[in-house]
């Protein structure tokens, strides 16, 4: 179904569901994985850069630029489109947040090929990334082409810390959405 290898920063491991909600049957897991990735790129001065994902939010209006891109997955070349080498740097050491900084690419004990990233020698580009489901609702504002299962909720809450005990049907789900949407904001390119 997809790619195993990276976190959403909302979602965690990008997953889809059955939903049972309108049958009145159990939602259920259908897949893991995603084959696109939205990724906000922040272009931080080496020493105004983060130190790790926990301060991200605290420093991300220091960052020169950002830029959006969209990822695909090629399954031929096994790797995403533009390059990101996701073998080591999607899923790196301690990425539990799908907040990380691209490690520069070693020839020969890198796997895959170098990223298709214009940087700076004196530039550190830290990544927020999004599944192809979280993007459009959480981050763009979109309504949801259909209404987000329960079960992707509930995934989206432990994630991201939120109390998502009060959250049991259609009635209480903008709410939550819009509690989601403000979390987000923080991660999210300073204007």
Not at 50 to 55: F, I, N
Not at 75 to 94: K, T
Not at 100 to 110: K, Q, T
Request: glycine share 10%; net charge negative.
């Amino acid at each position: 179904m997809g790619v195993h290898d990276y976190r959403c920063s909302v979602c965690g491991p990008p997953t889809t569901y059955v939903c049972g909600e309108k049958t009145g049957e159990e939602c259920e897991e259908d897949g893991m994985g995603d084959d696109h990735a939205v990724l906000d790129l922040f272009f931080f001065a080496s020493g105004e850069a983060p130190t790790g994902a926990h301060d991200f939010e605290q420093t991300r209006g220091r960052a020169r630029r950002t830029e959006t891109q969209a990822y695909g997955y090629d399954w031929g070349d096994w790797e995403f489109v533009p390059s990101l080498n996701y073998r080591d740097l999607l899923m790196g050491v301690g990425d539990d947040t799908g907040i990380w900084r691209i490690a520069p690419h070693v020839e020969g004990s890198s796997d895959g090929s170098p990223v298709s990233l214009e940087m700076g020698p004196d530039e550190q580009v830290w990544v927020v990334n999004y599944c192809s489901l979280c993007h459009p609702v959480f981050v763009q504002g979109r309504a949801p082409d259909a209404e987000p299962c329960l079960e992707h909720l509930r995934a989206v809450a432990e994630n991201l810390g939120l109390d998502f005990e009060h959250v049991r049907g259609s009635v209480d789900k903008p709410a939550f959405i819009e509690a989601v949407r403000a979390k987000v904001a923080l991660r999210r390119p300073v204007p």
